[in-house]
T-cell receptor
Framework: GAVVSQHPSRVICKSGTSVKIECRSLDFQATTMFWYRQFPKQSLMLMATSNEGSKATYEQGVEKDKFLINHASLTLSTLTVTSAHPEDSSFYIC?????????????FGPGTRLLVL | GDSVTQMEGPVTLSEEAFLTINCTYTATGYPSLFWYVQYPGEGLQLLLK?????DKGSNKGFEATYRKETTSFHLEKGSVQASDSAVYFC??????????FGGGTRLMVKP
């Protein structure tokens, strides 16, 4: 099946620094990419939806200036956590949907665990 | 809003045991229902789905029936194997084509 990769898989950073997470669709073109956040023992919460070449649509309560999303190509989206703080520590999962696909053709990356000290 | 509730894990079973992971949902309209599985170090993969009431989704020995009257979509397997150890997510898709996930249930199967 289709593969979505994320890099890095794990990152530890100091408070106040910025962290960039990459999400790539390896064998298909992703017109839409999704970024989720998952706290321990909780649901995946959708943070934002991005379409290639346009600005991301953020869910209510998600700070767009803190979580910068760039979807510059059909195979790459990046999430930058700016001025990270300990409360940003979480598991971030990206997902990619192929052209014309419904939700069942939404492929997920393995996730990135962020720890902010 | 839409929500999905599934039993907390971990669920620990021996091989060949019967598995049930409960999932209930709250949604307006008629959502589609899904089970996703996440094996260690990998992304979520679609395991099975059902799109309308009384539909049964099945795959790899797993099955789940869309029960509208109880708003449930419980995952079952008659005989689990060690290779089934993973985290299982129940999810629904609403009319807006967006997924809402449950919290996930970790299954550990001991050989």
């Amino acid at each position: 099946g289709a593969v979505v990769s994320q890099h890095p898989s794990r990152v530890i950073c100091k408070s106040g620094t910025s962290v960039k997470i990459e999400c790539r669709s390896l064998d298909f073109q992703a017109t839409t990419m999704f970024w989720y956040r998952q706290f321990p023992k909780q649901s995946l919460m959708l943070m934002a939806t991005s379409n290639e070449g346009s600005k991301a649509t953020y869910e209510q309560g998600v700070e767009k200036d803190k979580f910068l999303i760039n979807h510059a190509s059909l195979t790459l989206s990046t999430l930058t956590v700016t001025s990270a703080h300990p409360e940003d520590s979480s598991f971030y999962i990206c997902s990619a949907r192929s052209l014309g696909g419904y939700q069942e053709t939404q492929y997920f990356g393995p996730g990135t665990r962020l720890l902010v000290l | 809003g839409d929500s999905v509730t599934q039993m907390e894990g971990p669920v620990t079973l021996s091989e060949e045991a019967f598995l049930t992971i409960n999932c209930t949902y709250t949604a307006t309209g008629y959502p589609s229902l899904f089970w996703y599985v996440q094996y260690p170090g990998e992304g979520l993969q679609l395991l099975l789905k059902a799109t309308k009431a009384d539909d049964k989704g099945s795959n790899k020995g797993f099955e789940a029936t869309y029960r509208k009257e109880t708003t449930s979509f419980h995952l079952e397997k008659g005989s689990v194997q060690a290779s089934d150890s993973a985290v299982y997510f129940c999810a629904l898709r609403n009319a807006g084509n967006m997924l809402t996930f449950g919290g996930g249930t970790r299954l550990m199967v001991k050989p």
